[in-house]
């Protein structure tokens, strides 16, 4: 089930999960501030919730004096990738670190040729981007 919902502050929708096949899903929910992903597990028309819930918080994008600072909150143990990528694709920065909760850089941009740039942030549940420019 692939559904998106126009903003609203109250949203009451009821979705018959049971009948979906036998096997493994997720179920995410995004807002202007964060993504919260539920796994569930459906077999023999049961459904059984895990108990775990993972939070992402949107990661905030700053760019000053060609410097790009990128802050990303996340609840999950698990890799952070940080990529910056020109206009043709090709990456020109790659960082991968545990976040361990948060994940705060600066990165400068001093030796990147002018032009528009796209950094992207995320994990394996969640990918996050920013268009930007770096002027000489």
């Known amino acids: 089930i692939d559904q998106v919902f126009p903003n609203t502050q109250s949203l009451k929708k009821k979705f018959r999960l049971v009948d979906l096949a036998d096997g493994a899903y997720k179920m995410t929910i995004n807002d202007q501030e964060k993504t919260v992903i539920r ?8 459904m059984d919730l895990d108990d775990r819930v993972k939070k992402y918080f949107k990661p905030s994008f700053e760019l000053a004096q060609n410097r790009l600072g990128v802050n990303f909150l996340s609840f999950a143990d698990e ?5 910056l990528r020109n206009r043709d694709g090709e990456r020109v920065y790659f960082e991968s670190n545990n976040a361990k909760g948060s994940l705060n850089r600066m990165l400068n941009l001093n030796e990147l040729p002018a032009g528009t740039y796209y950094a992207t942030i995320g994990n394996s549940d969640v990918t996050y981007s920013h268009q930007f420019e770096v002027v000489k």
């Not at 796994?39 to 049961?46: D, E, L």
Request: aromatic share 8%.
């Open 79 to 83: 890799d952070v990738n940080i990529s």
């Open 39 to 46: 796994s569930f597990q459906v077999k023999n028309g049961k």
